[in-house]
T-cell receptor, first 114, second 114 residues
């Protein structure tokens, strides 16, 4: 079974609109971390945001926020006021507390339309 | 400048010819990791290391070896490459423990095995 599921292979969004990229995870650990990375067409991997399983508030970093719903095991990335430069592949990932492995989802390719 | 370097960036080789992809970081990070990225599969962890002389298997370790003799270096070795190891490879590093989520990625190595 997949531990990280990103159900949207691709999305098209109008510039300046908010975007939600879905991510659900599967773990039996109480301690874990969830994070998002961005990969532009140039290929580099850029860390965006992190949420710890014990964090009570949703993480925010500038225009990025992580909508963490623990009971539903979801960790959706929200990008406010999207920009053309947000067009990229986005990966959700998880690190389980009892393990140092990091597991990535298959990614969502986001296209921002002018 | 804090960075992770990988060499070579591009490599075309033939089946069975041993090769090494080097990875080096200058941030004194304990955690280092290798991933491969294939279309539609996201990033999959090959091996990771929590510190010098400590290495562990990720999700797809078959056909790969690693070593961690120095903190800054984490080479990936393909003893007998096969065409199914054609992929984009990323090295990454991070602080240990709970901070391991914010990985710094190298620029990637595109490997083609014919």
């Amino acid at each position: 079974a997949q531990k990280i599921t990103q159900t949207q292979p691709g999305m098209f969004v109008q510039e300046k609109e908010a975007v939600t990229l879905d991510c659900t995870y599967d773990t039996s650990d109480q301690s874990y971390g969830l994070f998002w990375y961005k990969q532009p067409s140039s290929g580099e991997m850029i860390f965006l945001i992190y949420q710890g399983s014990y964090d009570e508030q949703n993480a925010t970093e500038g225009r990025y926020s992580l909508n963490f719903q623990k009971a539903r095991k979801s960790a959706n990335l929200v990008i406010s006021a999207s920009q053309l430069g947000d067009s990229a592949m986005y990966f959700c990932a998880m690190r389980e507390g009892g393990d140092d492995k990091i597991i990535f989802g298959k990614g969502t390719r986001l296209h921002i339309l002018p | 400048e804090a960075q992770v370097t990988q060499n070579p960036r591009y490599l075309i080789t033939v089946t069975g010819k041993k090769l090494t992809v080097t990875c080096s970081q200058n941030m004194n990070h304990e955690y280092m990791s290798w991933y491969r990225q294939d279309p539609g599969l996201g990033l999959r962890q090959i091996y990771y290391s929590m510190n010098v002389e400590v290495t562990d298997k990720g999700d797809v370790p078959e056909g790969y070896k690693v070593s961690r003799k120095e903190k800054r270096n984490f080479p990936l070795i393909l003893e007998s490459p096969s065409p199914n190891q054609t992929s984009l490879y990323f090295c990454a590093s991070a602080l240990a423990g709970a901070n391991a989520y914010e990985q710094y990625f190298g620029p990637g190595t595109r490997l083609t095995v014919t």
